[in-house]
């Protein structure tokens, strides 16, 4: 199983970027899946989370309204729209998927590699 995570980049202050998570090796279109980051020095954090038809979704405050999660289950992705970003946003990004439908089930079983986000004021 191996979960690809890619788009991330240098943006300035107030761009916007697009995460791309694609998994291989077995279909999670019945998982949970969502993203978390890590900062430097800091623990890993969620940031939000879609099940596995779409019909929930969940943010941390700190995106809302700024960061939409969506998933195309045909392929196996998971993305993330990132609008009005903050030097704050700056951290890895991480994918994962939960073994359940809904991520209210503990934590991801199933991490992806990490793309670096790095917002610059």
């Known amino acids: 199983v191996q979960l690809q995570a890619s788009g991330g980049g240098l943006v300035q202050a107030g761009g916007s970027l697009r995460l791309s998570c694609v998994a291989s090796?077995?279909?999670?279109?019945?998982?949970?899946v969502g993203w978390f980051h890590q900062a430097p020095g800091k623990e890993r954090e969620f940031v939000t989370s879609i099940s596995w038809n779409g019909g929930i979704t969940t943010y941390a405050d700190s995106v809302k309204g700024r960061f939409t999660i969506s998933r195309d289950r045909a392929k196996n992705t998971v993305y993330l729209q990132m609008n009005s970003l903050k030097p704050e946003d700056t951290a890895v990004y991480y994918c994962?998927?939960?073994?359940?439908?809904?991520?209210?089930?503990?934590?991801?079983?199933?991490w992806g590699q990490g793309t670096q986000v790095t917002v610059s004021s």
């Open positions: 090796g077995r279909t999670f279109s019945n998982n949970a």
């Open positions: 994962g998927v939960w073994l359940s439908s809904y991520s209210n089930n503990g934590s991801p079983r199933y």
